[in-house]
């Protein structure tokens, strides 16, 4: 199921299959990745409990623990629920809970929820992972959103790469982020 949130703005469409965008549209332009199987299947996965990959997908954790867990996890997988809607916030979430299986695969129950909010002409993405159990819990999480590319044909898209030292890092974080949608 869809859900949908909207502004003057921007509006946006989150699905309970996989908890994330199926859509970011602005201006009457769409930012976010349509899909297309032959290139990528995916949209804007949420990756949880790793992102990347592990040798053979399983590993041991230092409790001792057999975790099996195929390329960026489980949850972009998952059938999420609605926890929450507002006017400017969606809110999903996914529990071990509610999908007992999870829990051969990776044995840490766990709440995820995904925070959608409407900010102007903004969107602000945030996860909250709780540890439902009484050991430590690995894991990772990560937002992995494809972008529509390029936006106008008629605009060639111009890339940069470089690479930032430590100290270059944490002065760039400290700055405002970039307006993508001007």
Known sequence: ????????SISIKVSTAGGSFTSIEAGGREYLWQGDP???SGQ?????????????NSAMTFAGHHVKL???????????????QSENELA???ASEDNAALL??????FKLVARYTLEDAAVRVSYE????????????IGGHPGFR????????????????RKTEAAELCARRPLDWLD
């Not at 804007?44 to 053979?56: E, M, N, Q, Y």
């Not at 051969?104 to 129950?109: A, G, I, V």
Request: charged share 20%; proline share 9%.
């Open 129 to 140: 992972v709780t540890n439902e159990g009484t050991e430590d819990m690995p894991f990772f």
């Open 149 to 164: 590319c390029p936006l106008d044909e008629a605009r060639p898209i111009r890339t940069t790469s470089c690479v930032l």
């Open 38 to 40: 032959a290139v990528w």
């Open 70 to 84: 195929a390329r960026h996890g489980f949850a972009r997988k998952q059938e999420w629920k609605l926890l929450s």
């Open 92 to 94: 999903m979430c996914l």
């Open 104 to 109: 051969s695969d990776y044995p840490y129950p």
């Open 1 to 8: 199921m869809e859900y949908a949130l909207s502004n003057d």
């Open 44 to 56: 804007a996965p949420i990756c949880f409990p790793i992102c990347g990959g592990l040798r053979d």
